[in-house]
C-alpha cells in the first residue's frame, strides 16, 4: 500500500474517530485525533456567545497546525499514521462561521500555516445524510453538543459534500456510512481496509458491506 499518512474525514458525528482508531489497530498506525474536547470556546460557540465563532476557528486553526508539524517529525519506526481531520477543514468551518472582517485575518493567518502542513497520500470521505448524522450526535450524548441544531450541521454537511465533489488534491475514498456502523461492525472496517489498500489514483466510491444487508 503506497498511502502511508491516510485521512479520514466527513462532517460532524459521522464517527471519523471511530474509523481511524478501528484502522489503527489492524494497520498498527499511528493516530493524529482532533482534540475538539479541549478548545474552550466550544460550548460558548454552540450557545451563540458573541466573538465565540472567531476564537473557537483560531483555536482550532492552531491547535491542528501544532499537531501537522509534529507529523513532519515522524520515526523511522512508524510506517503509516491515521489522521480523523483534514487540515483543510478550518476554512470550511471558517468559512460557514465568521463574518467578512474576521474571515479577512483569519484567511491572512491561514495562508502561512498551510505551506507548513503535510499533504496525505490518501483521504477517505465518510458520508451520511443529515438526519443520520444528527442521531449520531444524540446518540453519543457528549454535552458540549447539546445545543447543535439541525438547521446548522445541514449547512456542515453541505458544505462538506461540495467540498469533496470538486476535491482533486490526493486520491480520495468516499464511503457512505449511512446503514453501516463501523463500532459494531469489525467485517465492515476489514472491508474498509481492503479498499484503502486498492486505492490508486482518483476517487472511487464505496458502499460498505453492512451496507448491502
Do not use: C
Not at 54 to 65: D, G, K, V
Amino acid at each position: 500500500m503506497g498511502a502511508h499518512f491516510i485521512v479520514v474525514e466527513g462532517a460532524i458525528g459521522v464517527g471519523k474517530t471511530s474509523v481511524v482508531e478501528r484502522l489503527a489497530e489492524r494497520m498498527e498506525a499511528r493516530t493524529v485525533l482532533e482534540e475538539w474536547g479541549q478548545n474552550p470556546f466550544l460550548t460558548p460557540f454552540y450557545e451563540g456567545k458573541p466573538g465565540a465563532a472567531f476564537q473557537i476557528e483560531l483555536f482550532y486553526l492552531l491547535s491542528r497546525y501544532r499537531q501537522q508539524q509534529e507529523l513532519t517529525q515522524r520515526t523511522l519506526f512508524e510506517r503509516y499514521t491515521l489522521s480523523d481531520y483534514l487540515f483543510e477543514k478550518s476554512k470550511l468551518f471558517a468559512y460557514l462561521n465568521l463574518d467578512d472582517s474576521e474571515l479577512l485575518i483569519y484567511e491572512r493567518l491561514y495562508a502561512m500555516l498551510i505551506e507548513g502542513v503535510p499533504r496525505p497520500d490518501l483521504v477517505v470521505y465518510l458520508q451520511a445524510p443529515t438526519e443520520v448524522l444528527l442521531r449520531r450526535i444524540r446518540t453519543r450524548g457528549r454535552p458540549e453538543e447539546a445545543r447543535l441544531s439541525e438547521e446548522y450541521l445541514a449547512e456542515v454537511n453541505r458544505a462538506y459534500n461540495h467540498y469533496f465533489f470538486h476535491y482533486t488534491a490526493t486520491p480520495l475514498l468516499v464511503v457512505n456510512t449511512t446503514d453501516v456502523d463501523f463500532a459494531k461492525r469489525a467485517e465492515d472496517v476489514d472491508d474498509l481496509l481492503k479498499q484503502i489498500r486498492g486505492m490508486g489514483k482518483g476517487t472511487r466510491y464505496y458502499v460498505p458491506l453492512g451496507s448491502k444487508r
